[in-house]
């Protein structure tokens, strides 16, 4: 039993040694590391479902000069590692002027399609977009006529 005693003394002592000696302890040498790490912009675009709309004119409404609008028109994928905007453009040439806004934005504007002109923009992420499509005439003399209007996108950063 008196050993037992000596044995809790000895380590009640190296238990404060130990203390004292890590509160008292003070760093020597501090450095630093900075890594820099460039990550090359990633976009991939992938159409699920065609964007394209076949019209008939004349349509109803024509003749007064009301568009012809077709809601909910295919289905683009984009994925990107940053920023991106999506351009629209008309795979051949139309009669027509056409115009594209995001399916899920009833309230955007229309943007002509062109080429030129963003049609939606996002950041980092993965989207599926789809399109309502307006088409107007772009002068007279068409007679009776029927075109099938396909769009082709581009990706691109901001």
Request: aromatic share 8%; glycine share 8%; proline share 5%.
């Amino acid at each position: 039993m008196r050993n037992h005693g000596f044995v809790i003394v000895g380590l009640a002592l190296v238990l404060v040694f130990a203390i004292v000696i890590t509160t008292s302890a003070r760093v020597l040498d501090q450095r630093s590391l900075r890594i820099r790490v460039s990550v090359a912009a990633m976009q991939e675009l992938q159409v699920l479902e065609p964007v394209a709309v076949a019209v008939s004119y004349p349509w109803e409404g024509a003749d007064q000069g009301r568009p012809l609008e077709i809601k909910n028109v295919g289905m683009v994928r984009i994925r990107s590692n940053s920023g991106w905007v999506l351009y629209p453009d008309v795979v051949s040439n139309s009669r027509f002027r056409v115009s594209v806004r995001p399916s899920n934005s009833p309230t955007a504007n229309w943007m002509v399609v062109s080429g030129n002109n963003p049609v939606i923009a996002g950041s980092m992420g993965s989207y599926d977009l789809s399109f309502d499509v307006r088409v107007e005439t772009s002068g007279s003399g068409l007679g009776q006529y029927q075109e099938i209007i396909e769009l082709g996108f581009t990706a691109s950063q901001p």
